[in-house]
């Protein structure tokens, strides 16, 4: 999966297309953020969809919102997010975005903010797969080994079928889970391989129309 990001040419003209967290994560489109608030919520809500789990809305009552405080960097200012009532969303939160300080607002590499160096450190904590917990020293290297992680793959295929099938997976589903996955690794972490294997499976091909199955008589 870490070669990913790519384009090679396989056989006589085959495109084969790769997609990596790295790759995608770190564009500037994705590593800014209109608010500074974002730069550290929008990369982390990224990587729970490969991480796994959800993290709950912010409830109506709380006002998301960081001090007023110009002359101190974000990391600084995120302090707010430690109340106990914060918190409890917030752990599974910062450690994965804070490492993406390593842009600024813009999504342009820097290495200082407000004249002071950068801590791009970070964690990955509370997550499905004990291999991947621990301390990471910045976002490429944090992408770097969630793209090496079996389960991330597995979390991966899971929401390419929950996208191509336009519904999620039920437990009847494993067998066409497990073969796309299958197909993904097989294929050296092809999405092409792994789209193919989705939209030839028992669970597409013979998938129930919406209004039949919501009369729930299977007729078309």
Known sequence: ???????????TDQLVERVVPTDV???????????EEARC???AGGIERLLGGAIPDTPITVEAKLPDE????LRERMRVTREAFCWKCHQ???????????????????????????????????SADPALEGAVDDAVKMLHKLAKSEHVEQVFVRHAF???????ETPEDAPTLQAAHRAYRDNGGSMRAMVTSL???????????A?????GDGKK
């Open 92 to 126: 599974r939160m910062d450690s994965l975005g804070l490492p993406f300080e390593m842009f600024d607002g813009w999504g342009r590499h820097r290495t200082t903010e407000l004249g002071k160096p950068v801590d791009t450190t970070g964690a990955i904590v509370l």
């Open 162 to 168: 929950r996208f191509w099938l336009g519904r999620n």
């Open 41 to 43: 919520v929008q990369p």
């Open 199 to 209: 939209l030839t499976s028992d669970s597409f091909l013979y998938r129930i129309p």
């Open 211 to 215: 209004r039949a199955e919501a009369r």
């Open 25 to 35: 994560l770190t564009r500037p489109e994705e590593a800014s953020g209109g608010v």
């Open 1 to 11: 999966m870490e070669r990913q990001g790519t384009r090679e040419r396989r056989g």
């Open 70 to 73: 110009p002359t101190k960097p």
